[in-house]
Structure formats: C-alpha cells, structure tokens
C-alpha cells in the first residue's frame, strides 16, 4: 500500500468506524460462537501472495464481527467501561503513523515531554498533593504511563520490594537477599483487584487478602494487627495495596486511617483507584481518595472513564527516584549526553519500548475539557441512580452494596441459582451482557454504565430486559413448584416441565406457538442445564434459548 492508496483507504476506515459505531445498537451486544470458531473460517497457512484490500475489509465482517463483544454497545453493562471517544482514535493514529519508541528523552523529546505535561495536568484535576506533580516537587515526584492498572501495582511493589532489600542489605551485609525474600508479606483487602495477587506471585511476597467491614472497606485497624502479628512472627511487612472503588462493588477503603497505619510502619502505600479515580475530576467526588497524601503511590485508568482508548493508565509517586533505582539500567547503547538532566522513561516502568501514548490523552483533555469530562462523569451516575431506582421498585431484588458512581450491584431474592439463572439467559440472548460477582457468598449481578452516550432510554430498556427474563425464571404454575424447567416459546409463552432432579430429554419441536418438551432418552443434569452445556448435543437445540431449571 503507498501514500495514494492509504489516503483513500484511510477514509475509507474512518468512514467504517464511524458507521460501526453509529450502529453497534443493531449487533447483538455478545457473540453467539463456540471456542474454535475462527479457525475453522481462515485458512491454516498464511497466504503466499498479497491479497486484495477488499477481501482483507470483507473478511472483518464475515470473519471477525462475528466474535466481537461490543464493548461501545448501549446493552454493554460489563466490567467497566472501555474507554473511546473520536480524539482518542484519531491520536492513536498519529502516534502509529509517527511510529517512535519513546523509552528515553533521546529516543524522542515530544514524546516523553508531553508526558510528563500531561500528567501533571490530570494529577492537578484531581488535586493530588503537589508531592506527586513533577514541576510543583521539583522534580521529586512525577507522574508515568504505564500499560495497565495490573503494570501499576507490579511496578509499585516490586519498588516497595527493592527499598527495603536496600535498607536490609544495609544493615546485614553478610546476608544473601534469599534471607529476607522468603520473609516479606503485602497486604490488600478480599475485594483487592485479583492484581494484587498476580503481583505478589511475580514478586514472589506473602500476601496477606484481609477482611473488610460492613461496607466492604479495608480499615486501618485491621491492617495494624495484621502488620503486628507478622512481624512478631518474624516477617518483614513491605507494601499495602487499597483500592478506591473495588471490581466487585465500587467499595472503598479507608485510605485515612491505612494511611496512618503505613505512614507509622514505614510500608509503602499504593492506591488503585483504576476505575473510581478517574471520577475525582468532579469536585463531589474528590473525598473519595482522601488520605492520598500518605500514599507512596496512585494510579488511574483513563481508558477506563475518561474516554481514552486502551491503554493508558497513569501512575504517580511521590519519590520518583525510587522507582527509578529499581528499574535502572543503563547500557551505554541507551545513554546519550542530556542523561541525568531530564527524564528517561525507560526507568520508571518494565517495558523499555514505549508507545507516544500520552498523545490521545491530550487530544481527549482538549477535546473534551475539564467541564467535558465532569459532565460525562456526572452523567453516568446520574444512570447509575436511575437503575438503582428501578430496582428499589421491584420486590423480586435487592440491592448490593452502595451506589456511589457509576456501577449498580442487584440480586434476585432467594437462593444463588435464581440470579445466577437470570444472567446466563439475558447473557445468551445478546440483548445486554453482564458479569457477576459475589459478596459474602451471596451471588449478585453487576449493572456498569459503559456507554459514552448512553442514555436513560438505555437503561429502562435494560431493566426490562431484565424484569422479562425475571418473569420467565420465576413464573409457577403454584406456589409448592420449586423444581421446573421453563423455556420461552417463540411468543414468550412458557413451558415447564416438574421432574425433580434430572431432566430427560428426547426432541424438541419448535412451532410457531409453543416450544414441546418431551421426556426420553437421553439426559442431561441439573447442573448441565444452568450451564447450557447441554446445547451443543443436539442440533435441534441450538434452535432455542438456554433452558432452566432451579
């Protein structure tokens, strides 16, 4: 492809993405495949010859949309948002047409400068202490991008880590680092991202997941006995990880009084506000991380809220030299003469090889503003409330935890299948896609907002969605029938059937009126059934929607 051919096959890409986002509403919102779906559409060795731009552009609608999740759908209520907005694609653009790799000043000055600009902008619109702002500390502090939240919390204990091997080995010349490895714990909550854990299995630490309060908040007094108990036992306590705005529910520990505690032990403190960090751009919200300032480390995800396209997470510290000391390298390959007199980012992370990520992010704050991006914000709660309302309205649910920003957690009332049962039909039916969680055992339902646009006609859609597919799981013929397989027909009637605890099945006629069970043959479990494993036995049955049975 030369110069020509790109100009007009670049329109003709930015003409498709606007399309397909303009329509993705139209897509069913989850794939409707089997694993091995792809391999059986694209041949088994790579061709040997070009091939023409329009079968390549074809195939990604024969081939590919078909095993896409459309994370920009209004009936996305998954995980958390995924950041896109148009000036996030357009930057990613231009820094894969520039194609430099930033990981030192030399590699390309614009590059690592805006970075640091950017980052002292955002760390400002979420009034973080000056401490973590590269120009108000002087330097001391900064700001970096790393990949992703996981990257975050790698670096920050792997930083925790190194600092006190180099006190230890201070103090105790004569031993091995072995010595003390073995002995080091970290700490997080049980709500703790499953991040936390991944760092400590590469970092090789203990690591203690400790209780939460009523409100699924890490306190400080928790933390304290957990740090005394293990260094009476001989163990040498190096980082805590808190989070402000957990996976499972959007909770939020208590960084004041963790902070306290680490602050008094000398323990590195990092705080993941990946997801709800981004919302302290709204005033209203800013409470939400204080007790930042006894933080060593913090970290956002604007590719999760702040319409930036993955990836881009953004991490500050407090002692930049830290971070630096444990990452540096320096091959002279990698030296050039303004060394020591600016930053090399090629210290502050893992990779060496960095994208001109920082570009999209000054493309998205211009854009849209420091009021463009409250706004967004604030909207997107504002539908969290509206769905929140919706469910207080229905006896048949409950609510889970508080509904502070963007996510609503709900469950069917009664036992876990009922709710498990629920989302696996509505998930099947490639209306709306949502995850689940559990909080003290009990199984629950996540609701996120995602969607840019998204609107409250979006949500009462939703809800439903939502409260149809309840209908169909608890509908009974009388009050004593607790063991019913139930299947909407094709106009939404129901049939049941009221064996017990295996479920025979022989054929399924479907007609225009009605869906026919009938008993047989073959079988599948219980357990198979609320699975839906057992579709894939029969042909006839991929005709149809899951079946249930509770």
Known sequence: MNAEEFRVRGKEMVDYIADYLDSVHQRRVFPDIEPGYLSQMLPKQAPDQPEPWEDIMGDVERVIMPGVVHWQHPGFHAYF??????????ADMLSDGIGCVGFSWAASPACTELETTVLDWLGKM????????F???GGRGGGVLQGSASECILV?????????????RQE????EDGHFLGRMVAYCSKQAHSSMEKAAMIACVQIRQLPTDDEFSLRGNTLKEAI???????????FVGATVGTTASCAFDNLHEIGLVCNKADIWLHVDGAYAGSACVCPEFRHLIDGVEYASSFNINPNKWLLVNFDCSCMWVQHSALIRDTFNVDPLYLQHKKTGSCIDYRHWGIPLSRRFRSLKLWFVIRSYGVSGLQEYIRRHCKLAKKFEYLVKQDSRFELMGKVTLGLVCFRMIGPNKFSEALLHTINDSGKLHMVPSSLNGKYMIRFAICAENATEADITYAWRVIQQFADSILHRSDAGDEHRLEQPGPNGEVVHSKDMNVIKLQKLEVSTDTVIIEE???YCSVSELMTGRFRGRTGKLRQTQSLHIW
Request: proline share 12%; net charge negative; no cysteine.
């Open 520 to 522: 047989g043959a073959p």
């Open 156 to 168: 920050a204990l792997l930083a925790a880590r190194a600092n006190v091997l180099r006190h230890l």
């Open 228 to 238: 005394e108990n293990d260094r009476e036992a001989g163990l040498i306590p190096i």
């Open 81 to 90: 948002p995924a950041g896109n907005s148009f000036p996030s694609i357009m």
């Open 172 to 175: 105790n010349p004569t031993e």
């Open 135 to 137: 120009e108000e500390s």
């Open 126 to 133: 979420l009034t973080l202490p000056k401490e973590f702002l």
